[in-house]
């Protein structure tokens, strides 16, 4: 069995590169083979980015309201917040709207409609991530019913739930997560894998024919540590590669669940202080959410794997105004739409 290429491999801070510019709340990035990268913009659609450089945000109607340096709480608790993007089959864009609680189909031209905001006659919730698997289902995570959802960053409340979208119609298929964000599925996509936000751990569960999921356990350590985990992507080896928000932490849980350190870059005395509030069970105000982050990829949200070999890593960052790119030693594991 070949060594795991990523043994001893961290990301050098001087390798880094950046795509794009004046982005705002680039959470999420979807890449194609031609180098195009669409990240979620927080006026209300998605930054199309092309390999020349150029930029050319596709909303149906900009919304200006996101100024997290003025004002974090009107920016992050209310207008629209494209979260969790997909491609859908035909080319557009699910979105998984945090702010408007509903997930949406754009697209390219920007023309949006609802596809689900409610689910047995009541709200969705904080709607935070989309994902399409090989037999067209969407998996579609709801973090959670509280509103507003800062407060649920705490350790104790777990009311986030998975709903499945098929040709049944929705229906929630698993519960009681704390924090539901991003979801993965292995390559023969025989487990989901859940990162559980507030739980700082990755839960997975065996994948049923019929869409139900059994065996809940957890993948990997019980604690990733400093910070809280939100987003994951699979490489070709089979690692889980993992952020870890508030700390910005980049890390990876290997096929035997072994963690691994990529990147450290958070804040030192604002990670603390996210960690010793958290530790009480009480939710962390926004005052403590914002002396924390680093500087390569301030908040840093998410991973995807791009470049026609899929072996440069995109970083995504709620705070960050551009995309910070790494050649890696492994290839990610490519998605449905690849």
Not at 139 to 154: K, L, R, V
Request: glycine fraction near 10%.
């Amino acid at each position: 069995m070949r060594a795991n290429p990523l043994k001893d491999w961290r990301i050098d801070p001087k390798a880094v590169q950046y795509a794009g510019e004046n982005l705002q709340r680039p959470e999420c990035i979807l890449a194609e083979r031609d180098g195009t990268l669409w990240s979620a913009d927080a006026r209300g659609g998605v930054m199309k980015i092309r390999p020349d450089g150029s930029q050319t945000l596709i909303a149906q109607k900009p919304d200006p309201h996101f100024d997290i340096t003025h004002d974090a709480s009107k920016s992050l608790l209310s207008g629209t917040l494209p979260n969790g993007l997909a491609f859908a089959r035909n080319g557009g864009f699910l979105i998984a709207n945090f702010g408007t609680d509903r997930l949406e189909v754009m697209t390219r031209a920007g023309e949006t409609r609802v596809l689900m905001d409610q689910i047995d006659g009541k709200p969705l919730g904080k709607v935070n991530f989309v994902l399409r698997d090989r037999r067209e289902r969407l998996w579609i995570t709801i973090s959670t019913c509280i509103n507003p959802w800062s407060q649920a960053i705490n350790s104790r409340l777990a009311d986030g739930y998975i709903v499945l979208l098929d040709e049944r119609g929705p229906r929630i298929v698993a519960d009681g997560f704390q924090f539901t964000n991003e979801i993965r599925l292995d390559a023969g996509e025989r487990w989901l894998y859940v990162a559980e936000t507030c739980g700082k751990r990755v839960t997975r569960l065996r994948l049923q024919p019929d869409g139900s999921l059994t065996d809940r356990e957890t993948y990997g350590p019980e604690n990733l540590g400093t910070g809280v985990i939100d987003g994951i992507a699979f490489d070709a080896f089979g690692n889980l590669w993992a952020t870890m928000i508030f700390a910005d932490r980049l890390v990876a849980i290997t096929p035997e669940g072994e963690l691994l350190e990529l990147l450290d870059d958070g804040d030192p005395s604002g990670t603390a202080e996210f960690e010793r509030v958290f530790a009480t069970g009480e939710s962390v105000p926004f005052d403590v959410l914002m002396q924390c982050g680093g500087r390569i990829c301030p908040w840093l949200a998410s991973v995807t794997f791009g470049g026609a070999d899929l072996q440069t890593v995109y970083l995504g960052g709620l705070r960050a105004t551009s995309i910070p790119f790494v050649r890696s030693p492994v290839a990610g594991l490519p998605m449905v739409h690849w």
